[in-house]
C-alpha cells in the first residue's frame, strides 16, 4: 500500500490511527517508530486469513523423505499447542533493512538464507513470534520456518500457497499448514501427515542457523528482515527463554511436549546437526563437529561426511558413497589431493539443519548419533 | 403437585433474590468503608497488572518511548489468538515497561480484577466486622484463589515451562476451561460471602 499513508499515521499518533485506520481495510502495516516504511509486496492480503484454500498446491518432491513412524502413526500424534489456527501469525509481507534493528546483538542467532545472489537474515528473537515467514528471495517464493521448541530453522519452496501455523505440534514440532489444500506439514519431517498431499514431501533449501555477525560478516551484502511484521509483539521477550546467553527453555533437560521416543545418548537439548534422505537419517552433534572439523557416518550401509564451516560456525553433510577421504586443511578441505571449501565438497550433498536432540531422535530414533 | 412446585419455584426465586440482596448490601457495605475501598483499589489494580504480565502483554525491555498501533486495529482487535486471548493492537513503551495493548483482553482483566477486588473487600471487612462471626480471616484468600489461578489460563503451556510439567491433552484442554471456571467461581464466592454477612 501507499507509503505516504503509512508515514502520516506515524506522524499523526496514535489516537488518530485507531480511528482512521480502522476504516481503511487491512494492508499489513504497523504505525510508530519502529516501524520501517516499506512492502514486500504491498498485496494487500489480509495476514493470517484461513479460508484461502483455492486448490493451488506447494511444490512437492520427485521423492518422500524417509519417516521412521507410519503416517497414521504421526497422525494420532498431533497434539494442540494450546493456540488457535493462525493464532501464532506468519508474516506475510516481511519488509527488510540494510541495517540491523538495533536490539540485534551480534552473537544473536539468525537464520541466513542466500538464494540466486540474494541473502537475507531472519532473527531468531523476530521469528520465535512468528513462525513462519512466506517471503520471495532471489525471485522464488519460500517460506522461511522457525520451531522454537525444537530449534529447527528450514526453508521450503511454497510456490503460489503461503504457509501458517496450524497450532499443533507432533513431537513438539511446528506443524504447518498450506493455504491452498489445508494439508499439515510438520517442519521436521517436511512431509504431510493430513490432507490431499499427504505422503509427499515439500522441496528444501539450506537455511544456515548462525550469529548476525557472522552472517553480516560472510554477507555484508545481506538485508535483515524488521520488526515492521503488521504485529503488535514485544520482540525483545522470547516466551520461552534466551539464546544469547542460552537459558530457559533451550538449556533445560526438560521439554514441554513428550517426545514420540526418548533417547538418552545426549542432553535433549544438544544441537545435532541432521540430515535425513528417502532411505534413512544421521546426526552429528554440532558442538565435536566444529571442534573437530569432519565427522563421519552413515546412513544404512551409505557412508556420510560432514565438514564444519568455522566461518558461519555450522556444518554441512555429504553423501559419501566411495569412502574418499576428507582432511581439514587450514583454508577448507583436502579431498583427492584437492582443497575445497566446506559448502562446496565436489560429493552429493544432503540437505542438513540443526536441531535439538530430542526432537531429532523422536522423529528419526533409528538415526546414528555421531559424536 | 403443581401448587407444591410453584410454591417450591416461588420459594427457590425467594432465596436468589434474598441472596442477590444480601450479597448487594455486602458489597455496597464493604465499599463504605475506607478499608474496603482500599482493598478494592490495591487487589484488582494488583490482580489486573498480574493477569496482562500473565499474558505476556505486560514486562519489562529494552528502555525506550514509543506508541505504536497496528493499521487495523478495529478488525484485529476482535482476532482471537488463542482460549481467551486476541490479538495486541497496539504496543506503548514507557521507560523499561512495555505493555501490549489488547482491547478485550484489556477488557476480561479489568472484569476479572473488579471480581477478585470485590470478593477480597467484603471478605476482609466482613471479617473484621462485628457482627459477621460466620467468615473465618481465609475466606478471602479463598474467594482470591481462583481469581489469581485465571491469570495462567491466558498462557497456554509456556507456564508449564515454569511448574515443569509436561504439556498434555488434558491439562490444555483444562486452560481453556479455567478462565470461565474462574468467572463462575469467583461469582460463586462473592455470592457465599454476601450470604454470610449479617446485613441488618
Known amino acids: 500500500m501507499d507509503l505516504s499513508r503509512r508515514r502520516l499515521l506515524t506522524t499523526v499518533g496514535a489516537g488518530v490511527t485507531l480511528g482512521g485506520a480502522g476504516c481503511a481495510g487491512d494492508d499489513g502495516s504497523t504505525t510508530g517508530s519502529r516501524s520501517v516504511a516499506g512492502s514486500g509486496g504491498g498485496t494487500g492480503t489480509p495476514s493470517t486469513a484461513?479460508?484461502?484454500?483455492?486448490?493451488?498446491?506447494?511444490?512437492?518432491?520427485?521423492?518422500?523423505?524417509?519417516?521412521?513412524?507410519?503416517?497414521?502413526?504421526?497422525?494420532?500424534?498431533?497434539?494442540?499447542?494450546?493456540?488457535?489456527?493462525?493464532?501464532?501469525?506468519?508474516?506475510?509481507?516481511?519488509?527488510?533493512?540494510?541495517?540491523?534493528?538495533?536490539i540485534l546483538a551480534p552473537d544473536d542467532p539468525v537464520f541466513g538464507v542466500v538464494r540466486d545472489g540474494e541473502a537475507k537474515a531472519y532473527p531468531q528473537y523476530i521469528l520465535?513470534?512468528?513462525?513462519?515467514?512466506?517471503?520471495t528471495v532471489g525471485g522464488n517464493s519460500v517460506a522461511v520456518t522457525y520451531c522454537p521448541l525444537t530449534g529447527t530453522a528450514q526453508g521450503f519452496e511454497r510456490g503460489p500457497v503461503e504457509f501458517g501455523v496450524s497450532g499443533r505440534l507432533v513431537n513438539s514440532n511446528l506443524t504447518m499448514y498450506d493455504r491452498g489444500t489445508d494439508s499439515w506439514w510438520p517442519q521436521m519431517l517436511a512431509t504431510a501427515i493430513t490432507?490431499?498431499?499427504?505422503?509427499?514431501?515439500?522441496?528444501?533449501?539450506?537455511?544456515?542457523?548462525?550469529?548476525?555477525?557472522?552472517?553480516?560478516?560472510?554477507?555484508?551484502?545481506?538485508?535483515?528482515?524488521?520488526?515492521?511484521?503488521?504485529?503488535?509483539?514485544?520482540?525483545?521477550?522470547?516466551?520461552?527463554?534466551?539464546?544469547?546467553?542460552?537459558?530457559?527453555?533451550?538449556?533445560?533437560?526438560?521439554?514441554?511436549?513428550?517426545?514420540?521416543?526418548?533417547?538418552?545418548?545426549?542432553?535433549?537439548?544438544?544441537?545435532?546437526?541432521?540430515?535425513?534422505?528417502?532411505t534413512g537419517a544421521v546426526a552429528f552433534d554440532k558442538g565435536t563437529l566444529l571442534s573437530q572439523r569432519v565427522l563421519t557416518g552413515n546412513i544404512g550401509d551409505t557412508p556420510y561426511v560432514a565438514v564444519a564451516d568455522t566461518d558461519l560456525e555450522t556444518g554441512y553433510v555429504y553423501a559419501n558413497p566411495e569412502s574418499a577421504t576428507v582432511e581439514a586443511a587450514d583454508d577448507g578441505y583436502t579431498l583427492e589431493g584437492t582443497t575445497h571449501d566446506a559448502d562446496s565438497l565436489p560429493l552429493d550433498r544432503s540437505l542438513a539443519f540443526d536441531a535439538m536432540w530430542f526432537a531429532w531422535a523422536g522423529f528419526y530414533p533409528e538415526s546414528a548419533y555421531v559424536d | 403437585m403443581s401448587t407444591d412446585s410453584a410454591a417450591d419455584g416461588a420459594g427457590v426465586?425467594?432465596?436468589?433474590?434474598?441472596?442477590?440482596?444480601?450479597?448487594a448490601v455486602a458489597v455496597r457495605g464493604a465499599l463504605t468503608r475506607r478499608d474496603g475501598q482500599l482493598l478494592l483499589g490495591v487487589s484488582g489494580l494488583a490482580y489486573f497488572l498480574l493477569y496482562l504480565a500473565g499474558l505476556r502483554h505486560l514486562g519489562f525491555g529494552p528502555a525506550g518511548y514509543e506508541v505504536s498501533v497496528v493499521s487495523n486495529p478495529l478488525t484485529r482487535a476482535f482476532r482471537q489468538v488463542g482460549p481467551f486471548q486476541w490479538e495486541p493492537i497496539a504496543l506503548v513503551v514507557v521507560g523499561p515497561v512495555e505493555l501490549l495493548v489488547s482491547p478485550l483482553n484489556v477488557?476480561?482483566?479489568?472484569?476479572?480484577?473488579?471480581?477478585?477486588?470485590?470478593?477480597?473487600?467484603?471478605?476482609?471487612?466482613?471479617?473484621?466486622?462485628?457482627?459477621?462471626?460466620?467468615?473465618?480471616?481465609?475466606?478471602?484468600?479463598?474467594s482470591g484463589l481462583p481469581g489469581l489461578l485465571s491469570g495462567f489460563a491466558c498462557c497456554g503451556p509456556t507456564i508449564l515451562l515454569v511448574v515443569g510439567v509436561q504439556a498434555s491433552a488434558g491439562l490444555l484442554s483444562l486452560f481453556q476451561w479455567l478462565l470461565p471456571l474462574t468467572v463462575v467461581a469467583l461469582l460463586g464466592t462473592l455470592l457465599w460471602v454476601g450470604s454470610r454477612v449479617e446485613t441488618t
Open chain 2, 13 to 23: 426465586a425467594a432465596r436468589i433474590e434474598r441472596l442477590l440482596r444480601h450479597t
Open chain 2, 107 to 142: 477488557l476480561l482483566g479489568a472484569v476479572l480484577a473488579s471480581l477478585v477486588g470485590l470478593n477480597l473487600a467484603v471478605s476482609a471487612v466482613a471479617w473484621r466486622g462485628p457482627s459477621a462471626c460466620r467468615l473465618g480471616p481465609g475466606a478471602g484468600a479463598v
Open chain 1, 128 to 135: 520465535v513470534h512468528h513462525e513462519i515467514v512466506n517471503d
Open chain 1, 195 to 278: 490432507g490431499p498431499l499427504t505422503g509427499e514431501s515439500l522441496r528444501e533449501f539450506r537455511i544456515t542457523w548462525t550469529t548476525w555477525d557472522r552472517w553480516s560478516s560472510t554477507y555484508p551484502e545481506t538485508t535483515v528482515l524488521t520488526e515492521d511484521t503488521s504485529f503488535s509483539r514485544r520482540y525483545g521477550t522470547d516466551p520461552y527463554g534466551q539464546y544469547n546467553a542460552k537459558r530457559g527453555y533451550y538449556s533445560s533437560t526438560r521439554t514441554l511436549f513428550e517426545p514420540l521416543q526418548g533417547d538418552s545418548r545426549a542432553h535433549p537439548k544438544t544441537v545435532v546437526i541432521g540430515t535425513r534422505t528417502e
Open chain 1, 50 to 102: 484461513t479460508d484461502r484454500s483455492d486448490g493451488s498446491k506447494p511444490p512437492t518432491a520427485d521423492g518422500r523423505l524417509h519417516l521412521d513412524y507410519e503416517i497414521g502413526t504421526l497422525e494420532e500424534k498431533i497434539v494442540s499447542g494450546g493456540v488457535r489456527k493462525d493464532g501464532i501469525p506468519s508474516i506475510d509481507d516481511p519488509t527488510f533493512a540494510e541495517t540491523p534493528p538495533e
